[in-house]
């Protein structure tokens, strides 16, 4: 048996003081420490993106990342997108324009999008269609998701 590590994961504002073993995932840290369920695990490989969560700013694939190293940033998950009873705008959107079927996906493609619009908030158009094609969907066929991210970002821009 491994010895554990102490460390504080740092969720939507809130701090989950932890021990885990060295290898263990952001992603099962975040679902199974933490409670936070909202981040789902899809390929365990990073090629998904179902997985993905905000640390520090940047959107990462949770499965890729050691829980360890996450300690001491800022990490946001889809959980931590609404404010009180507000919706984000980019949930809004996905619900507007029909963006989701089974929702396996959502959280993963709410977090990138979120995280590349903060950042960027005037990318272009193919560039924004690159990023959201590392994230995969098995049901919605991608159009009502480019829809709904497109318009979340002109009101994420004030437009």
């Given at each position: 048996m491994s010895d554990?590590?102490?460390?504080?994961l740092?969720i939507?504002?809130?701090d989950?003081?932890?021990?885990?073993?060295?290898?263990?995932?952001?992603?099962?840290?975040?679902?199974?420490?933490?409670?936070?369920?909202?981040?789902?695990?899809?390929?365990?490989?990073?090629?998904?993106?179902?997985?993905t969560?905000?640390?520090?700013g940047?959107?990462?694939?949770?499965?890729?990342?050691?829980?360890?190293?996450?300690?001491g940033?800022?990490?946001?998950t889809?959980?931590?997108?609404?404010?009180d009873?507000?919706?984000?705008?980019?949930?809004?959107?996905?619900?507007?324009h029909?963006?989701?079927?089974?929702?396996?996906?959502?959280p993963?493609?709410?977090?990138l999008?979120?995280?590349?619009?903060?950042?960027?908030?005037?990318?272009?158009?193919?560039?924004?269609l690159?990023?959201?094609s590392?994230?995969?969907?098995r049901?919605?066929?991608?159009?009502?998701?480019?829809?709904?991210?497109?318009?979340?970002?002109?009101?994420?821009r004030?437009?």
């Amino acid at each position: 048996m491994s010895d554990k590590t102490a460390i504080t994961l740092t969720i939507n504002g809130h701090d989950h003081a932890i021990a885990v073993e060295p290898r263990r995932t952001l992603v099962d840290a975040i679902r199974e420490d933490c409670g936070q369920t909202g981040t789902h695990i899809g390929c365990e490989h990073g090629i998904c993106g179902a997985c993905t969560v905000i640390v520090d700013g940047e959107p990462v694939r949770s499965c890729l990342m050691f829980a360890v190293q996450a300690a001491g940033k800022k990490i946001r998950t889809v959980e931590g997108l609404a404010k009180d009873d507000k919706l984000h705008p980019m949930q809004q959107a996905f619900m507007d324009h029909h963006g989701l079927q089974c929702g396996f996906c959502t959280p993963g493609f709410l977090m990138l999008a979120v995280g590349v619009l903060e950042r960027e908030p005037d990318i272009g158009d193919d560039d924004l269609l690159d990023v959201l094609s590392s994230n995969l969907c098995r049901c919605t066929g991608y159009q009502n998701i480019i829809k709904a991210v497109r318009a979340a970002a002109k009101e994420m821009r004030g437009k």
